[in-house]
């Protein structure tokens, strides 16, 4: 049954885990060319993700200032620092298992933009 289970979750995230590699959305060309691309990608995904963290840090001060309570916000900056943590150190695993070879590069740049769609996302949903 574990199996069948592990099977259907691989069927349903396996297409959408293809679709979302960055250096893939740069289409091709040569590795210089597909790390430029994906340095832009980066660079607007850390931002995008900072206009959408803005927006939840507004939402949470608002919320403990309705509740008179300092808790939203604190634990909002703690879960962000905590996840920019998670995010370099998997991404320098991610790197790590290139060898030191020439998609390197690619490869941790990719991870990072990767997980900061993934957080953005993320953060969109805590906005209330």
Same mark, same amino acid.
């Given at each position: 049954?574990?199996? @069948?289970? &592990?099977?259907?979750?691989?069927?349903?995230?396996?297409?959408?885990? #293809? @679709?979302? %590699?960055?250096?893939? !959305?740069?289409?091709?060309?040569?590795? +210089?060319?597909?790390? %430029?691309?994906?340095? &832009?990608?980066? %660079?607007?995904?850390?931002?995008?993700?900072?206009?959408?963290?803005?927006? *939840?840090? #507004?939402? *949470?001060?608002? &919320?403990?200032?309705?509740? /008179?309570?300092?808790?939203? @916000?604190?634990? &909002? !900056? #703690?879960?962000?620092?905590?996840?920019?943590?998670?995010?370099?150190?998997?991404?320098?695993? +991610?790197?790590?298992?290139?060898?030191?070879?020439?998609?390197?590069?690619?490869?941790?740049?990719?991870? =990072?933009? !990767?997980?900061? =769609?993934?957080? !953005?996302? /993320? @953060?969109?949903?805590?906005?209330?």
């Amino acid at each position: 049954m574990r199996h @069948l289970a &592990l099977a259907i979750i691989a069927i349903l995230i396996l297409p959408t885990v #293809a @679709l979302s %590699d960055p250096a893939g !959305e740069c289409g091709g060309g040569s590795q +210089v060319e597909i790390a %430029d691309c994906v340095a &832009l990608q980066e %660079d607007a995904a850390e931002q995008s993700m900072q206009t959408i963290l803005g927006f *939840a840090r #507004a939402s *949470a001060t608002e &919320l403990d200032e309705i509740t /008179e309570r300092s808790v939203a @916000l604190p634990a &909002l !900056e #703690a879960a962000q620092q905590a996840w920019e943590t998670y995010r370099a150190a998997q991404c320098d695993f +991610v790197g790590s298992t290139y060898g030191g070879g020439s998609g390197t590069g690619i490869a941790i740049r990719s991870c =990072r933009i !990767e997980l900061t =769609r993934a957080r !953005e996302a /993320e @953060l969109r949903g805590a906005i209330r």
